[in-house]
């Protein structure tokens, strides 16, 4: 068997945010957010993709997003690339999701509390051992806790070194599925005993694709290739213009390939976006189906 990269956003959401296996983000988030106990009995997996209701506010795009227990709003990010101003982008995202939930002339008490899960493929926090993280508001000097309404958690997989052999629990094992799941040829016996492990490996199957299916992950498994090499060449380099150029020649191959040919304006106009900017129509791109996606992109970051 082959099974396909968790660590894409196309991967990622086809196996954790199917509406018709709800059970394998249950276990997921129970393993992630609260130390595998069961204290998601069931969720509502909702459209991750959050237009700004006002005017100014930049698009967030996140890869799953869920109601759970409580009504709590939890957002899923998977990162593979440590892209310039990442740390402040989490706290935008989860700031952003917090304060959109309320509707014009709603009060405050509308607000649900709101948990913000980020998966990284690169070293976050070069202070600590630990491979999962989890952030709250609290006091200086005493460490008092400020009320739960926006926690931060993080997934570093880069830490987690554990062999198949040495995985224990549910919080070892869902890190290992994700980390290592394109290197196996066939479930572990120690995951199929786990319901809803051997559900995320069945869908995880690539033999169980359709065509379209098979093509967008091709896509995205380029670009994330093409992204990873643009900055390691940029770092070579030694120099924040070297990085520039390097992301601006991999858009416009990739728009190429998306959208057929561009004209010499709009080339122009990507050429004049910052290094953030160029990171965020990376992420974004993948999504477009015509150059007018592209145009509209732009004149919502030209604002």
């Known amino acids: 068997m082959i099974f396909i990269n968790p660590k894409t956003d196309f991967g990622f959401k086809k196996i954790f945010a199917s509406p018709q296996h709800k059970e394998v983000l249950i276990s997921f988030l129970n393993a992630m957010l609260y130390n595998a106990e069961p204290t998601i009995q069931d969720l509502e997996i909702i459209d991750p993709y959050a237009a700004p209701a006002i005017t100014g506010l930049k698009d967030t795009y996140l890869d799953v997003k869920a109601k759970i227990t409580g009504n709590t709003t939890v957002i899923i990010e998977m990162q593979v690339i440590n892209v ?7 706290i935008y995202n989860a700031a952003k999701t917090y304060a959109t939930q309320l509707k014009p002339r709603e009060g405050y008490s509308k ?4 948990i913000a899960l980020t ?3 690169f070293v976050l926090f ?5 491979f999962l993280t989890h952030f709250v508001f609290k006091e200086v000097e005493e ?6 309404e926006i ?5 570093e997989l880069p830490k987690f070194n ?3 052999e040495e995985v224990e629990g549910l919080i070892q094992s869902w890190t290992y599925f994700i980390k290592n799941a394109p290197n196996m040829e066939e479930i572990p016996e120690k995951f199929a005993s786990v319901p809803e492990m051997q559900t995320a490996f069945n869908i995880a199957n690539r033999s169980n694709l359709n065509l379209q299916e098979l093509q967008a992950l091709e896509k995205r498994e380029m670009f994330f290739e093409d992204q990873r090499g643009a900055v390691i060449k940029g770092r070579r380099e030694g120099r924040q213009e070297g990085r520039i150029e390097g992301q601006i020649a991999l858009i416009l191959r990739l728009l190429l390939r998306l959208t057929g040919e561009i004209s010499p304006e709009i080339q122009t106009r990507i050429q004049q976006l910052s290094l953030e900017q160029l990171d965020d129509l990376g992420e974004s791109l993948l999504d477009f189906t015509s150059q007018e996606d592209l145009i509209a992109w732009l004149e919502s970051a030209s604002r």
């Open 84 to 90: 310039e101003a990442f740390t402040k982008r989490v």
């Open 111 to 114: 607000l649900n509390p709101l």
């Open 119 to 121: 998966i990284t493929d």
């Open 126 to 130: 070069d202070n600590t051992e630990k």
């Open 143 to 148: 460490n008092i806790e400020y009320y739960r």
């Open 151 to 155: 926690e931060l958690v993080f997934l």
């Open 162 to 164: 554990k062999k198949l």
